[in-house]
């Protein structure tokens, strides 16, 4: 069973930076892909950004240029580097794998609260 675990959320002003945090029990090369998604209050959960076991990226359009997904694989961690954080970006923040092993599970964390003043 593959576990996640989330650390880095907070309250922040509105142009600050946070840095999200997400460990996985299980080596990082057993996961095809690694991302991240928030849920606002009243929304559905929707993709922020992600990256494949090759090193591909994607970026939803709302937080392209603020935002940087990475990872190292010494530690079996993936970030979500936020940058010039804005009121909207208020959500919990979720960490997402897919298992490359068929039938590709799909592993979530536990949540971590990211607030935006303004």
């Known amino acids: 069973q593959v576990q996640l675990v989330e650390s880095g959320g907070g309250l922040v002003q509105a142009g600050g930076s946070l840095r999200l945090s997400c460990a996985t029990s299980?080596?990082?090369?057993?996961?095809?892909?690694m991302g991240w998604y928030r849920q606002a209050p009243g929304k559905q959960r929707e993709l922020v950004a992600s990256?494949?076991?090759?090193?591909?990226?994607n970026y939803a359009d709302f937080v392209k240029g603020r935002f940087t997904i990475s990872r190292d694989n010494a530690k079996n961690t993936w970030y979500l580097q936020m940058s010039g954080l804005k009121p909207e970006d208020t959500a919990v923040y979720y960490c997402?794998?897919?298992?490359?092993?068929?039938?590709?599970?799909?592993?979530w964390g536990q949540g971590t609260q990211v607030t935006v003043s303004s």
């Open positions: 997402n794998a897919v298992d490359a092993r068929l039938p590709r599970s799909n592993y």
């Open positions: 299980v080596s990082i090369f057993r996961l095809y892909t």
């Open positions: 990256v494949t076991s090759s090193g591909s990226t």
